[in-house]
């Protein structure tokens, strides 16, 4: 029998507090709902071309902007493969799984030249700049890396990388639309973004920008992969009637255009601010239950803003907190490979608003109070809520 | 202003009569309204495992299937790219445009042996036996060429295959679920549907099916595609809660789903047969208006049950007759890359009816006859018709 307080009435009212995939407002839900099109008619050019222009200004570049029809991962594979090849010297940062994910990219491509930190400590700039000085034909950064919960030093990386002419490849996965990346200024070659984490679009998608270094990269290369090939991409998106090389999943593209005007309605400015601000109450609530974060910062790491990675207090179990709170409506996340149990995380990506991230502050105080870990509840809650009150 | 007779009113409201994407019916479109679940949990190993079950009876197989969040070209590069590298031969046969493709990924993965015919015209038996014999780790076939309206011979090219213990790796993108397609007792190692077609759900997913030898093969291979590697595939979808390697595209799973629900309902007999007597209607009405069907065929060649490829009467551009067709309301095909205004192509598949068939030929009748190539209306309906009618 239901108690009361177990408020899981229904697995699709539940609050979805992962890092990806996130809630996808009803709006988009029923953007999905329209009939299907041709694919290679002037409708369809038109919805292309009006993510890519939104996407521009979420990018902050002039560059060339694909939409992948598949996940991050088939943007980080269309990254790597497009520019670099047997005999190519690609430095893979590692602090978590998705920079190992570039590793294995690289590997599988090119010549991977790994540098690896134990996943959450931040990176040290001073081997990044010995390994680009033995040269490299690309680096790959993971900006916002959401196993571990930092946010690692991209404008660094940036400048390093143009001094020393490796083309910068970052996953802007979940950073993208949630947290300021500004690609041009940053002198980011390819950066690439995720339908469902801060654009709140439904999974399976991905949007790719290319710089003009990349391209020459790209177009000198023998071999790419064949679905993910940004090559095919750019022929396909210099048509004057804009395509894609192979069918693309409508109604994903029909999602992403309405995710994307809503999130030019908010702006990206706001965007940014109530990402930080959000984040910034998780962090309050843990400190105020005295839960340590889990990522290690230097001078230039920062927690990401997107994404709050908690250490699971001594005595408790991390993967007990997360299903706890799935049984009171609540999904978050827990730890990935060796991390299991050991951390919990909770995202704050997308359309996520103050009373999502109040509710879930709530619910975790009130399953850490039953496990014993907490002699009582609210003071979590009043730190995140101080936070918001002074945004 | 709207004359009389001309009735696209609304693009949506079009009928959408090409080889895929299909019309895909409002139970289907509402399943993608569902929200967001976490992809590795319960909930979604349940929805993936239902589809699987289904999808065993449509392909007629006890061979794994999994799902891939990603077009037909995905499953294809996955089948090829995951059974042969640098120095395996790939006997890829090409007859139309989606041979071609074939072709072009077992020339990036492996050493390929072209095996071209003219587009539209049929296979050689002969000839496949005899680069069969020469020796060859895998052969390709598309078994439903829509590009050229033609159906090639799937069982005898299994028998070779098997006889000279080549794995057999078949497109079935726009057969499985429309046509007879018996993957086991024709000893196809791989096979590839696409969601966008006679499945009836929208775009921008595959399932593949895989065989214990093609397996071995996958097994043995150093290198893999990553975002489409069936190795990954197999790993994560043995699992006891069943998921895919990367994030799926959660609404095209739903609507998967929901769509196989239907085909499940209707049943796949009558499935067939009813794809059967509506491509046998569309040959009808075309030979009661003198329009030659443009694939030529042997004794073991079929004119495709899905879609139906004709030539553009004398002095009449198949690419005006498709444009004509869509200011009507019906989107229909034109020819791709040289076939380009000298064919146009109907589809039939996934949940047209009847209605739709036959709307289609009286508008398609109207627009030959305001374009003078038929001198009066209703034979053509009436061929269709008859043939329905009998059915």
């Given at each position: 029998?239901?108690?009361?307080?177990?408020?899981?009435?229904?697995?699709?009212?539940?609050?979805?507090m992962?890092?990806?995939?996130?809630?996808?407002?009803?709006?988009?839900?029923?953007?999905?709902?329209?009939?299907?099109?041709?694919?290679?008619s002037?409708?369809?050019?038109?919805i292309?071309?009006?993510?890519?222009?939104?996407?521009?200004?979420?990018?902050?570049?002039?560059?060339d902007?694909?939409?992948?029809?598949?996940?991050?991962?088939?943007?980080?594979e269309?990254?790597?493969?497009?520019?670099?090849?047997?005999?190519?010297?690609?430095?893979?940062i590692?602090?978590?799984?998705?920079?190992?994910?570039?590793?294995?990219?690289?590997?599988?491509?090119?010549?991977?030249?790994?540098?690896e930190?134990?996943?959450?400590?931040?990176?040290?700039?001073?081997?990044?700049?010995?390994?680009?000085?033995?040269?490299?034909?690309?680096?790959?950064?993971v900006?916002?890396?959401?196993?571990?919960?930092?946010?690692?030093?991209?404008?660094?990386?940036?400048?390093?990388?143009?001094?020393?002419?490796?083309?910068?490849?970052?996953?802007?996965?979940?950073?993208?639309?949630?947290?300021?990346?500004?690609?041009?200024e940053?002198g980011?070659d390819?950066?690439?973004?995720?339908?469902?984490?801060?654009?709140?679009?439904p999974?399976?998608?991905?949007?790719?920008?290319?710089?003009?270094?990349?391209?020459?990269?790209i177009?000198?290369?023998?071999?790419?992969?064949?679905?993910?090939?940004?090559?095919?991409?750019?022929k396909?998106?210099?048509?004057?009637?804009?395509?894609?090389?192979?069918?693309?999943?409508?109604?994903?593209?029909?999602?992403?255009?309405?995710?994307?005007?809503?999130?030019?309605?908010?702006?990206?400015?706001?965007?940014i601010?109530?990402?930080?601000?959000?984040?910034?109450?998780?962090?309050?609530a843990?400190?105020?239950?005295?839960?340590?974060?889990?990522?290690?910062?230097?001078?230039y790491?920062?927690?990401?803003n997107?994404?709050?990675?908690?250490?699971?207090p001594?005595?408790?179990?991390?993967?007990d907190?997360?299903n706890?709170?799935?049984?009171?409506?609540?999904?978050?996340?827990g730890?990935?490979?060796?991390?299991?149990?050991?951390?919990?995380r909770?995202?704050?990506?997308?359309?996520v608003?103050?009373?999502?991230?109040?509710?879930?502050?709530?619910?975790?105080?009130?399953?850490?109070?039953?496990?014993?870990?907490i002699?009582?509840?609210?003071?979590?809650?009043e730190?995140?809520m101080?936070?918001?009150?002074?945004?």
């Amino acid at each position: 029998m239901k108690k009361c307080g177990d408020n899981k009435m229904d697995l699709e009212d539940t609050l979805l507090m992962m890092p990806g995939p996130v809630p996808v407002t009803p709006r988009v839900l029923r953007a999905m709902s329209k009939p299907m099109i041709n694919h290679r008619s002037a409708e369809f050019a038109g919805i292309y071309t009006d993510c890519r222009q939104i996407l521009a200004d979420v990018f902050q570049t002039k560059n060339d902007i694909f939409l992948l029809s598949g996940s991050g991962t088939a943007g980080m594979e269309a990254a790597v493969g497009s520019v670099a090849g047997s005999g190519d010297k690609v430095i893979a940062i590692e602090n978590g799984k998705f920079g190992q994910r570039f590793k294995d990219l690289a590997a599988l491509y090119a010549d991977v030249v790994p540098l690896e930190f134990e996943w959450g400590l931040p990176v040290d700039l001073e081997m990044v700049k010995e390994k680009l000085e033995e040269g490299a034909k690309a680096i790959t950064l993971v900006h916002n890396e959401t196993s571990a919960g930092i946010m690692n030093p991209a404008v660094e990386i940036g400048k390093l990388a143009k001094k020393h002419d490796a083309i910068f490849i970052m996953d802007g996965v979940t950073s993208l639309g949630g947290d300021e990346v500004k690609v041009d200024e940053w002198g980011v070659d390819i950066a690439i973004v995720g339908s469902q984490k801060c654009l709140a679009a439904p999974p399976g998608m991905s949007a790719v920008s290319v710089s003009e270094k990349a391209f020459e990269a790209i177009n000198s290369m023998k071999k790419r992969p064949y679905y993910n090939d940004l090559k095919a991409y750019k022929k396909s998106g210099d048509k004057p009637r804009p395509e894609t090389p192979y069918t693309p999943a409508l109604p994903l593209f029909y999602a992403m255009q309405e995710a994307l005007h809503i999130v030019k309605e908010e702006g990206m400015e706001v965007r940014i601010k109530r990402h930080r601000a959000l984040s910034e109450a998780v962090r309050a609530a843990a400190g105020a239950m005295n839960i340590e974060m889990f990522p290690q910062l230097n001078e230039y790491s920062k927690y990401s803003n997107t994404v709050t990675a908690m250490k699971a207090p001594a005595g408790v179990d991390g993967e007990d907190v997360k299903n706890d709170m799935k049984k009171r409506g609540v999904i978050i996340a827990g730890g990935q490979e060796h991390l299991k149990g050991k951390i919990f995380r909770i995202g704050n990506m997308g359309n996520v608003t103050a009373r999502d991230v109040l509710s879930t502050i709530q619910q975790l105080e009130i399953v850490l109070s039953k496990q014993g870990y907490i002699d009582s509840v609210g003071a979590g809650a009043e730190a995140a809520m101080r936070v918001i009150d002074r945004v």
